[in-house]
């Protein structure tokens, strides 16, 4: 069962991630005032699902690591307390910060300011989560890792 949770959970902690950080790109870039409203707004809900795949995944993954702390498992496991970090320390809480700014209608440089540290530390969650995905698939042979002597 965990061998199935485990990446579904994932799955779903690392679209949703990249549906917070596309949808506040496209907003700021594209989209009208109202959009970005309904976005900063919306995010904070989006933590109902996130944070359970999160939970899910950090514990099926500690469980399916069995101990072990070499190859691929230890480089997942480098990651996960920069992953959490990144999201119990900035991510969280800017999301509620802008939030908080869209509903008082306030767009000041603070919301800009925390709008940009929210997206660049977005991205390296992103970064991060995919090469933990991507060297998951590499554990259980669904993609086959790149020779170090092949040309890339």
């Known amino acids: 069962m965990k061998k199935l949770i485990h990446p579904m959970a994932g799955t779903i902690a690392l679209l949703t991630i990249a549906t917070f950080w596309f ?3 496209l907003s700021e870039l594209v989209g ?8 900063k707004s919306a995010i904070p809900w989006g933590f109902v699902l996130l944070l359970p795949a999160l939970a899910a995944t ?6 399916l690591a069995r101990g072990r702390r070499v190859g ?5 496991l480098k990651r996960m307390p920069v992953i959490a970090a ?3 320390l900035v991510l969280i809480p800017c999301a509620l910060f802008l939030a908080s700014k869209v509903k008082a209608g306030e767009f000041d440089t603070a ?4 709008q940009v540290l929210e997206l660049m530390a977005g ?14 698939f590499r554990m259980t042979g669904r993609l086959k890792a790149r020779r170090q002597d092949s040309p890339s």
């Open 123 to 136: 991205a390296v969650n992103l970064v991060l989560m995919g090469r933990n995905m991507r060297d998951g």
């Open 23 to 25: 949808s506040t790109a």
């Open 111 to 114: 919301f800009y300011g925390v």
């Open 86 to 88: 990144n999201g119990v």
């Open 58 to 63: 950090g514990g099926t993954g500690f469980s």
């Open 72 to 76: 691929l498992v230890a480089a997942k």
């Open 32 to 39: 009208s005032k109202e959009t970005v409203i309904a976005v």
